[in-house]
């Protein structure tokens, strides 16, 4: 069995004006999605963050990618590293995860197996999620823009609605909580006064109780100080404390004067980052992402590591259709000792390039597929249709801060805001 055909389709789905540190989301959000044809029929598919550059960088692989077996992956990643040495680290792992994952795809058809299995076998039928919060303006994304939609109701309506402030945010989560079920919950931070997202948090106690895990993500722009005040507040409140400040020192000093487990897919986000990580205490848990890190199996690798060195794990998510969702799931249902519910985006998203619908998340949780592969098929219609988004957009990379300033000219990102 050999692969016969790369098809390579960049697509943009609808995306809400959700704020973060470097900015405010497009109302497009871009995704490759790579599919894999064998010479026998199988079709395997992966998907990776978007935009023109990794259209153009998975183009460049084709010649290395048509003609081989899915099976030989490590062959596969060898070429990779040989021929396109003056990429750099992460641009290859980005590259080579979306490859990876559509060969695992094809893999498991072809021995009626899913990917799970592929990986060492199913260790938790259920994968847990966590609800992921932001601070937003009104708007649903795509077409809409910043309209909304005055016959929306539920989830659909909260999606839309602005959230700037506490209460804001307990309203966006209760209503996601409620639509899908979500036992922990996560808010994205690092845009207004620390006081107000950290008021958030002990607004979400207040509502939700002490038996809900809650995170906060300042995305590393509060400065050593400030994280250590507001996390000394946040004792006792949180089940970990994501990137609140930048560098692996900066990290181990937050961590040396608060009493909160920190996390990290900032300072710690490579293989080669390892080392320091150890030397500096810089977090207690690493947020894998197999987008980034190479792919599934260095993600296991990845895991491995986290066991032997005493570090939790937990998983980062982006923008992202079902195609990567169903990857996640696969890799968390894999490893042992992924125990914190992921983060996902899809809740967010309102479109999807698989067939039979979006995924449904059961009391917050996706069920890993029995089916063999990835347990997804594309939807050709869809996919299509997400492909005339993107090309009709006019979005080929992403870039908040550009975004960000539509709505407050002059606005920049700073590396240290608070």
Not at 347 to 369: H, K, L, N, T, Y
Request: glycine share 10%.
């Amino acid at each position: 069995m050999h692969i016969r055909t790369m098809h390579v389709t960049p697509v943009a789905m609808s995306d809400p004006p959700l704020l973060n540190a470097a900015g405010l989301h497009a109302p497009y959000a871009l995704r490759v999605i790579v599919e894999l044809v064998t010479d026998d029929g199988i079709s395997g598919v992966g998907e990776v963050p978007g935009g023109a550059a990794v259209v153009a960088d998975l183009e460049a692989l084709r010649p290395l990618v048509e003609g081989r077996d899915p099976f030989a992956l490590n062959a596969l990643d060898m070429a990779l590293a040989h021929h396109y040495a003056q990429w750099d680290g992460r641009r290859r792992a980005r590259a080579y995860a979306a490859l990876e994952v559509a060969c695992l795809d094809i893999c498991g058809k072809a021995c009626g197996r899913p990917v799970a299995d592929l990986l060492g076998g199913i260790v938790r039928e259920r994968v847990d999620f966590s609800a992921y919060l932001f601070f937003k303006y009104a708007g649903a994304g795509g077409e809409l823009g910043f309209a909304t939609d005055p016959a929306a109701a539920g989830w659909a309506a909260a999606r839309q609605q602005a959230a700037l402030d506490p209460a804001g945010i307990v309203a966006q989560a209760q209503a996601m909580c409620h639509a899908f079920g979500f036992r922990s919950i996560k808010l994205k931070a690092g845009i207004l006064e620390p006081a107000i997202e950290v008021g958030a948090i002990l607004a979400l106690r207040e509502a939700f109780g002490p038996n809900i895990p809650l995170r906060i993500d300042p995305n590393a722009v509060w400065s050593v100080e400030t994280a250590i005040t507001w996390g000394k507040r946040l004792e006792g409140v949180l089940e970990y404390y994501e990137d609140p400040t930048r560098s692996q020192e900066a990290m181990a000093a937050v961590a040396r004067a608060v009493a909160i487990p920190l996390a990290t897919n900032m300072c710690t986000t490579s293989f080669d980052d390892l080392p320091g990580s150890v030397r500096h205490g810089s977090e207690q848990i690493i947020l894998s992402d197999h987008h980034f890190w190479g792919g599934l199996r260095a993600s296991v690798e990845l895991a491995r590591f986290c066991r032997t060195f005493g570090r939790g794990l937990s998983m980062h998510s982006n923008s992202h259709l079902g195609i990567s969702l169903a990857a996640m799931t696969h890799l968390a249902a894999a490893v042992p000792n992924l125990t914190f519910a992921c983060d996902t985006h899809y809740p967010w998203q309102s479109e999807d390039v698989i067939a039979g619908g979006r995924w449904q998340f059961d009391e917050g949780a996706i069920v890993v597929p029995p089916a063999p592969g990835l347990g997804v098929e594309l939807d050709r219609e869809a996919l299509a249709r997400l492909h005339a988004n993107y090309l009709a957009c006019g979005l080929t990379e992403r870039n908040d801060e550009i975004e960000m300033q539509k709505v407050q000219p002059g606005w920049k990102f700073v590396p240290v805001r608070y």
